[in-house]
């Protein structure tokens, strides 16, 4: 079992169970970066010729970024972790803490190169009742990781554990995270702060693993928990995404109050609605918004056609000892598609 509480037998490597959870921790180690590899100060005079509309923006996504990295390193380490048995799970979890750690230093190095009220983007998420509702939302799910027990062995605990990680997985990471993502890569199509969008690709290809670990451990645990497979808890579930979309849907068009060139508040959330069916559908579920995908230029943006097929991608430079074997030749589930 996946998740449960861990036993002794259960604090060896062998026998890998979940192939899959180890071949991330082998991806996510030769994914490995550093925030001072990108030479962001050369994004300094795109910035200096930049609209107050086009700062806005780049300023409203750091200062949700800024702290959205740290909550989810909380979900992480209290949702997550405590009730998960397999050490490859673990192995995996522990890299992805760190890159977590390195998202947020590496937005900090972006605050310090920016000529940015760093302040005043440190307070924006305090102060803007749309970015307080999205936090709002996580921390809901946050509290109870916190203040009350979950008790993994019984059907509501595991039901909580799978609830907790589709508010901080799936739509934190998987849908909002990817909204901004699109955001901030849209300023590279139109050749501005390019080594910006550089980061955000590296930071792309991690979260795309990381959607892809939970999209694994939702599917493992209703498998291994055949019990929790009734239509009123798919239809909390999908409830519990459609949430998370509202909330999304009112911040963007704080992030666009008159939007940009071609790219406005409507154009963001259809594309936050595509993104959204696609995460229905990798859960098993039907799509909600059968929207079209609006940014197709996604699948062109460099690099991302690694997030493809990611245990197959040749060994790029940006890969840290692309040589490592990685255990099983697994079928890559296609989670991060972005790039059809
Ligand atoms: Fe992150
Ligand atoms: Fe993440």
New binding site residues.
């Given amino acids: 079992m996946l998740i449960g509480k861990a036993q002794p037998e259960d604090m060896v490597l062998h026998p890998i169970r979940y192939p899959w959870a180890y071949d991330l921790y082998n991806q996510a180690v030769r994914n490995t970066w550093f925030p001072h590899e990108i030479a962001l100060k050369e994004d300094l005079d795109d910035w200096a010729k930049m609209t107050e509309d086009e700062r806005h923006a780049v300023k409203f996504l750091m200062a949700f ?1 800024n702290p ?2 740290l909550i ?1 390193n909380r979900s992480i380490a209290l949702g997550m972790y405590p009730y998960i048995k397999a050490p490859e799970a673990h192995l995996y979890l522990a890299k992805v803490m760190w ?2 750690a ?3 230093v590496a937005f900090e190095y972006v605050l310090e190169t920016f000529p940015l009220d760093r302040a005043k983007v440190f307070s924006t998420h305090l102060e803007t009742p749309s970015m307080k509702a999205k936090e709002e939302y996580v921390f809901k799910y946050l509290r109870r990781m916190t203040e009350t027990i979950l008790d993994i062995e019984t059907v509501e605990g595991k039901k909580d554990f799978v609830r907790n990680l589709v508010a901080t997985n799936i739509v934190m ?1 998987g849908i909002w ?1 990817y909204s901004g993502f699109m955001v901030a890569l849209s300023f590279r199509q139109r050749n501005q702060l390019r080594n910006f969008g550089s980061m955000i690709t590296w ?1 792309l290809r ?2 795309s693993l ?1 959607l892809k670990f939970g999209i694994n451990l939702v599917h493992t645990a209703l498998e291994e928990n055949p019990e929790l497979l009734t239509p009123e808890f798919a239809n909390e579930i999908r409830d519990i995404i459609i949430e998370g979309v509202e909330r999304e849907t009112a911040y963007n068009k704080d992030l666009f109050p008159r939007g940009i060139l071609g790219l406005n508040a409507d154009y963001v959330n259809q594309y936050v609605q595509y993104v959204t069916d696609r995460r229905l559908e990798e859960l098993g579920l039907p799509k909600h918004y059968n929207a079209k995908n609006p940014a197709k230029w996604m699948s062109t943006a460099t690099d991302v056609f690694e997030l493809v097929n990611f245990f197959e991608a040749q060994n790029t430079s940006y890969e840290v000892d692309g040589h490592a074997s990685s255990s099983t030749k697994a079928k890559p589930v296609e989670v991060a598609k972005e790039a059809e």
């Fill in positions: 970024f959205a990295e989810v890159e977590e390195n998202h947020c990471e995270f930071v991690d979260e990381h």
